[in-house]
């Protein structure tokens, strides 16, 4: 492990008053000291830019920008533009940082490029699931990871482009499948490393989701058969949100 590498951790916000202090105190809370953190907010009209100017001013590694953008992946690439760190990590506004989350994944960070563990899936009601991560190589149908897991080279994403903002929802999964496909190197451990809240946009299971997929399977062309692949996990998710469903219902 390089114990200076710095890095950028990038919040993109927008209204988030109810969760944007817990996102910040975890960040505050590293093992890991080498980081700073850029908040990126969509002009929002709550009390998110009052709290970051009244309770945040006094540290100097806390930057932020307030300003209108085209939507999360945009307001992301701004953030990524601005770090000055070797790493960029990306926290959701109301997702949650584990104490240890960085220094786990820095520790394995010599001579990869991405390296990721698993997360803490949170609902609404605060109830908890553990999210297992899966092999990488996956990532050619689907995503292995959620990306709270996931900490990237900066200089990769560059070299990419970062996100291709005309995927709204699942610009994420195509900035790490173009990574495995032009032939970076991938490292997983089987750590948690943040608390994923599942109310986030890119955590909606719903057809536009899907469809988003399935271009991004065909433009990237990753498999041979794009059209089967997005149908056999389409139906696949279907079947799962139907047994829920019924054992839902016969439980009740």
């Known amino acids: ?11 993109a916000t927008y209204n988030a008053e109810k969760t944007i202090k817990r996102a910040l105190d975890s960040c505050l809370n590293q093992k890991y000291p080498y980081y700073e953190i ?3 907010d969509g002009k929002s009209t709550d009390n998110t ?22 939507g999360i992946y945009d307001a992301l690439n ?34 990869y490029d991405i390296i990721y563990g698993d997360t803490i899936d949170r609902t609404e009601n605060n109830k908890t699931h553990y999210f297992h991560a899966k092999h990488y190589s996956i990532i050619k149908y689907i995503m292995f990871c959620c990306h709270q897991g996931l900490i990237m ?6 070299k990419l482009n970062g996100f291709n903002t005309k995927y709204p929802i699942r610009a994420d999964f195509d900035l790490i499948q173009r990574s ?6 991938f490292k997983q451990i089987n750590i948690p490393i943040a608390y994923f809240a ?9 057809l536009k989701n899907d469809i988003e997929r399935l271009y991004i399977l065909r ?30 219902k016969y439980n009740d």
């Open 198 to 206: 599942t109310t986030g946009v890119s955590s909606t299971s719903n």
């Open 49 to 70: 830019i009052s709290i970051l100017k009244d309770e945040y001013s006094q540290y100097n590694n806390i930057k932020y920008i307030s300003e209108k953008d085209k």
């Open 153 to 158: 080279r900066r200089d990769v994403i560059l």
């Open 180 to 185: 495995f496909l032009a032939g970076y190197k």
């Open 1 to 11: 492990m390089n114990n200076s590498s710095l890095i950028s951790i990038i919040i």
């Open 78 to 111: 701004k953030g990524i533009q601005l770090a000055k760190g070797d790493w960029i990590y990306i926290l959701g506004a109301d997702d949650e940082l584990l104490p240890d989350g960085l220094l786990c994944l820095m520790k394995e960070s010599q001579n």
């Open 219 to 248: 433009n990237n062309k990753s498999t041979r058969l794009p059209f089967m692949v997005f149908s056999y996990y389409f139906f696949k998710r279907i079947t799962r949100v139907l047994i829920h469903k019924l054992s839902t």
């Open 38 to 40: 850029l908040v990126i």
